[in-house]
């Protein structure tokens, strides 16, 4: 699948919004550590490009606090900023994207050579800047790549309008969209876990599955973000993007190879099972500041002042989701997202149904998978087991797979690493497809409409709370059930 053929070749990655936060806090980090690595091709040349008149070494001073560099690192740290370029130029004008090329091509000695662009810009900017690579930046000797991050607008309309200009100017297979929640180990974890484990496939479907929990919760608001954040919301922020991925590639059929494109052609099919989804389907909420809460957390979302004055833009999401085909039918997946909670937290729980034929007196609880991405990558299987000893009790235990516990000399690469990496390696198998995101729109653009129209008001949940426990009602309704007898003993270290 990969191919490191190439990688003998000169290679440039050209960032185009180089000056921005993205490329600061993100894609110079990313791609120190991949140079430190020694993963990137030998001859990798990096241009940083923006409007912004600075210099190299000014782009450095910016981004070296993200950047973190280990005690014994600092000459290889010297070496990667002399592999750094930065180029000042507009994002409309061709004369300067020629000179970019000209620029580009000092460094392509060789029969062969690549380039890769980057575009952490502006999504008003995304056109001028694609039709431009097109016409003055195209690699001659090698492959052209051109890495684009979301919104892929902002409903089906729009984001079929940029599919459209991107096709009339690229092939598919050099746009890699970034959705960095594919780049997430435990979320690549979900191919093995399903597919290489018999113990799982037979069980993995309407006849032992009661619901199936997706859910990703943030500590913090928008804090001063909320001017880009309000005109999308947490349903296309999070929702129709990270955990409709993370829900295709729980619900989707064996593919028939590990190829790239049978497994993107799997998550497309169960999409398509999927209707749009509707206002019942759905609660949503927005986050209002907490009087006993310190500094940030006595905030509202509407108190952000980057915020319009009484935005219905949820901060918060439930919605439940079926998958009309014969392995889930009747079984709802549960899309739960919002900010300023109370804890960081992305995880998939699948929920097993009661047993039947109890013969315990309704004391076995449901079996549960964790399966958590993140904050530390875990896998935890919730069983019953009689308590150990005279006793002939039954108690709640779990199988644990706790990465840092089992795998303590694994180094977990960052999502971004990865995925810029694969690009390298031209492997698409993480990233989003066309078709993907056009179904991705077909079932969240109704309820978006409805939402914005009928301006459906959010219900309020305190910052640092679990949510509005209109959630958990929803939850119950989606049959979630919480036991809430639980209790976890974490393990002690030997
Ligand atoms: P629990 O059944 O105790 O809790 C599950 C989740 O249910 C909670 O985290 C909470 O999440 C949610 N919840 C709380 N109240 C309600 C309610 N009224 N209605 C519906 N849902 C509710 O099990 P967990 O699997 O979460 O385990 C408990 C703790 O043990 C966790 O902190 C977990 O990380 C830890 N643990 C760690 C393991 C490991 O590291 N390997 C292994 C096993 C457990 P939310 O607020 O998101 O709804
Ligand atoms: C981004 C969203 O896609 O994902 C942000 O735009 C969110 O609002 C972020 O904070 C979460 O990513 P992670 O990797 O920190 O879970």
Redesign the pocket.
């Known amino acids: 699948m990969e191919n490191k053929a190439d990688f003998q070749y000169p290679h440039t990655f050209v960032l185009l919004g180089a000056s921005g936060d993205l490329a600061k806090k993100k894609i110079y980090p990313t791609i120190w550590y991949l140079y430190r690595d020694n993963v990137l091709p030998q001859n990798t040349k990096f241009i940083g490009y923006a409007r912004t008149k600075q210099t190299l070494e000014e782009v450095k001073e910016k981004s070296k606090k993200y950047m973190k560099v280990r005690p014994g690192e600092e000459s290889k740290f010297d070496q990667f900023w002399e592999a750094n370029d930065y180029l000042a130029g507009s994002y409309d004008r061709r004369i300067d994207y020629e000179l970019l090329n000209q620029h580009i091509s000092k460094y392509e000695k060789g029969p062969r050579a690549n380039r890769i662009f980057y575009l952490a810009v502006p999504p008003t900017v995304f056109e001028d800047v694609t039709v431009n690579i097109k016409n003055a930046c195209i690699a001659i000797k090698g492959y052209t790549r051109v890495i684009i991050e979301k919104p892929f607008g902002r409903d089906d309309v729009t984001s079929e309008k940029l599919s459209n200009h991107l096709a009339s100017l690229f092939k598919e297979e050099q746009i890699y969209r970034i959705d960095h929640y594919l780049g997430k180990e435990m979320v690549q974890n979900l191919l093995t876990i399903r597919f290489a484990n018999q113990i799982f496939s037979p069980s993995w479907n309407r006849e032992n599955i009661a619901s199936i929990?997706i859910?990703f919760?943030e500590p913090f608001g928008t804090e001063g973000r909320g001017g880009y954040f309000d005109s999308f919301g947490i349903i296309r922020d999070v929702m129709q993007n990270h955990l409709l991925q993370i829900l295709s590639l729980v619900a989707m059929e064996k593919p028939v190879t590990l190829n790239p494109d049978d497994i993107r052609d799997e998550k497309v099919k169960v999409l398509r099972h999927i209707k749009p989804i509707e206002l019942k389907d759905l609660l949503v909420g927005q986050y209002v500041g907490n009087p006993n809460g310190q500094g940030e957390e006595k905030l509202g979302y509407l108190d952000d002042p980057t915020v319009p004055k009484g935005s219905v833009t949820p901060t918060y999401a439930v919605a439940g989701i079926y998958i009309n085909n014969s392995r889930w039918q009747g079984v709802p997946f549960i899309l739960?997202c919002g900010k300023a909670?109370?804890?960081r937290?992305a995880?998939v729980?699948v929920q097993y149904k009661d047993v039947p034929g109890d013969i315990f007196e309704g004391h076995p609880k449901r079996n549960?998978l964790?399966i958590?991405v993140q904050p530390?990558e875990?896998?935890?299987l919730?069983m019953m087991s009689k308590s150990p000893g005279m006793k002939f009790d039954l108690m709640e235990t779990?199988l644990?797979?706790?990465y840092?516990?089992r795998y303590r000399e694994a180094d977990v690469p960052d999502a971004y690493e990865r995925l810029i990496l694969d690009v390298f390696t031209g492997t698409q198998m993480h990233f989003v497809r066309n078709d993907e995101l056009k179904e991705a729109w077909r079932i969240f653009t109704p309820v978006l409409q409805q939402l914005e129209e009928q301006h459906i008001q959010p219900v309020p949940y305190t910052y640092g709370s679990?949510?509005p426990p209109e959630?958990?009602q929803k939850?119950?309704e989606y049959n979630?059930k919480?036991?809430?007898?639980?209790?976890?003993q974490?393990p002690t270290l030997h």
């Open positions: 929990l859910s919760k739960r909670l109370n804890e937290k995880e729980r549960e964790v958590r530390g875990a896998l935890y919730k779990e644990d797979l706790t840092s516990m679990r949510g959630a958990d939850l119950a979630f919480y036991s809430g007898s639980y209790k976890w974490k």
